[in-house]
């Protein structure tokens, strides 16, 4: 790990992604329980997780040799690691064994749990990086979670919700229900209607992505349905397109409809500003000075090939002038080929924006901040009742370089002065800070925990495990202490 760290000090380091480390322990192990080797090394990696995950360490290999008693017969195992999404650690476990068939060497599952190198070869090449792990480490690059690592997270987010309701009960631990969460996507059709729809991640062709999931949580053991809504900061770094905000209208609808909780998470750059690509290469400049362009210009111009070009596309809107001895094009508008490039998106905006004042009125409406909110994404979420916001994050309206520019001097010198959490939080903007993205998928099931079913629905009471005419021991100190101890009791701090 040390020398990682110094081979991450390289300017081109940044580019470094799904590293993988192989150990090989020589000595023979005798380990009369090989189980608890998984949770040792688990441990272990929890223990530097933060630091492997900014090295970008996203899988492990450890090979050992091991022998169940003392005089037992020994055999090589594999222990794999792997952590891609920054939050779930995944570890199989595996034991060579040699195919009588073809006396090759091959991974055979070893315990409970089937990985998936089970049946391969140990010389089976290890997967390069694939088309969702591209898009995973950009995101991550930006401070925040791949938009299709979201459901796995509050997956995970609800297993914790479980072990705590286990503990806070002094409940036997049990497994989670297998369907403790289903998720379903929710895309535009062709006429720009919501449908249900299974399909693979990173399928999406906007930026804006949503989901009716079912939980079943401590509360609601039947299930609870909830609609998620978020941002895709792979595509076009989160902007508002038309698309992106028919789609967010659509679900905010459909959780009015059905009165359920509407989730928001928030990760954007406000609404998209779009360039005529095919304009961008061809405009020219008529300068005041072509020698002095500090002393402006007078209009963009096309050549009379040029806009031949672009004519049939309607792209662009131009007046036939004579200048400087010849033909030109003057531009007078600038259309585009494509939907979605300018005043159209303010539109959207708008509407979601409206959309989002009567969701307020008629279902619960919680908003996860991470890693931005510009915008109309700052203002979708402070029309929402609740806010979390991640530690890494700003809820702003316009960045700090542009307001730079119009005061003329360097005032700012990052958007966290404008909307981080010591701005947001401490004024109450926000109403809880988190440090990471599954932290706030873990808050925002807790919060959901106090809510009814659905609108109008009554609150969700479970049944006591503490009994009532339990003894209260308490015995008032000197120092200061928690007044409820007097009313409950409290768990012995030395056993």
């Known amino acids: 790990m040390d020398s990682l760290e110094v081979a ?5 380091s940044k580019k470094t992604d799904c590293n993988h480390i192989f150990l090989n322990f020589v000595p023979t192990l005798t380990l009369t329980e090989p189980g608890k080797l998984e949770e040792t090394v688990r441990s272990m990696v929890m223990r530097y997780g933060s630091r492997l995950l900014k090295m970008r360490v996203l899988h492990a290999e450890l090979k050992f040799t091991i022998r169940l008693t003392t005089n037992g017969t020994s055999f090589p195992i594999r222990l794999f690691l792997t952590n891609e999404s920054g939050y779930y650690l995944d570890i199989s476990l595996y034991r060579e064994v040699t195919d009588p068939r073809t006396g090759q060497v ?60 286990y503990q806070r009960h002094h409940l036997p631990p049990r497994d989670m229900p297998t369907d403790a969460l289903v998720s379903t996507e929710l895309v535009l059709d062709s006429h720009g209607n919501l449908c249900m729809q299974k399909r693979l991640p990173g399928e999406n062709e906007i930026g804006m992505v949503a989901w009716k999931m079912t939980l079943k949580t401590p509360e609601f053991q039947e299930g609870r349905d909830i609609i998620v809504i978020s941002n895709d900061m792979t595509h076009k770094i989160g902007s508002f397109g038309p698309q992106e905000d028919v789609l967010f209208k659509k679900a905010s609808e459909l959780s009015r409809k059905m009165g359920i909780p509407r989730i928001y998470l928030s990760a954007n750059s406000g609404a998209r500003i779009g360039l005529a690509e095919e304009i961008k290469h061809l405009f020219r400049v008529a300068w005041v000075d072509p020698k002095d362009p500090n002393k402006g210009f007078k209009y963009l111009y096309l050549r009379p090939d040029d806009f031949k070009k672009v004519s049939a596309m309607n792209s662009v809107r131009a007046e036939l002038i004579e200048d400087q001895g010849e033909s030109r094009y003057k531009i007078t508008d600038i259309i585009g080929k494509d939907d979605g490039l300018g005043v159209e998106n303010l539109r959207g905006s ?19 901040v991470t890693c931005r909110a510009i915008g109309i994404g700052a203002y979708l979420v402070r029309l929402g009742q609740r806010i979390i916001q991640v530690e890494n994050s700003h809820i702003i ?14 005032v700012y010198t990052s958007n966290n002065q404008l909307g981080g959490i010591q701005i947001m939080h401490n004024n109450g903007v926000s109403h809880d800070v988190v440090p990471d993205d599954f932290e706030g998928c873990c808050m925002i099931l807790q919060w959901l925990s106090y809510m009814p079913l659905k609108r109008n629905g009554p609150l969700p009471i479970i049944p006591s495990y503490d009994r009532v005419d339990r003894d209260v021991d308490f015995v008032p100190t000197k120092a200061p ?4 101890w007097m009313l409950s009791g409290r768990m012995n701090p030395e056993s």
Do not use: C
């Open 397 to 410: 309206l316009t960045g700090a370089g542009a307001l730079n520019k119009v005061l003329g001097r360097e």
């Open 481 to 484: 202490y928690d007044v409820r």
């Open 8 to 12: 991450f000090s390289h300017p081109q």
């Open 350 to 368: 708008g509407m979601i924006a409206g959309e989002s004042s009567t969701a307020y009125n008629e279902v619960i409406t919680i908003n996860l």
């Open 106 to 165: 091959m991974f055979q599952a070893y315990g409970a749990v089937q990985g998936p190198l089970h049946g391969l070869l140990i010389s089976t090449p290890y997967l390069t990086k694939d088309h969702l792990q591209l898009k995973r480490f950009q995101a991550q690059s930006m401070g925040t979670t791949y938009v299709y690592d979201f459901p796995e997270m509050f997956r995970q987010s609800l297993m914790k919700l479980w072990k705590e309701h």
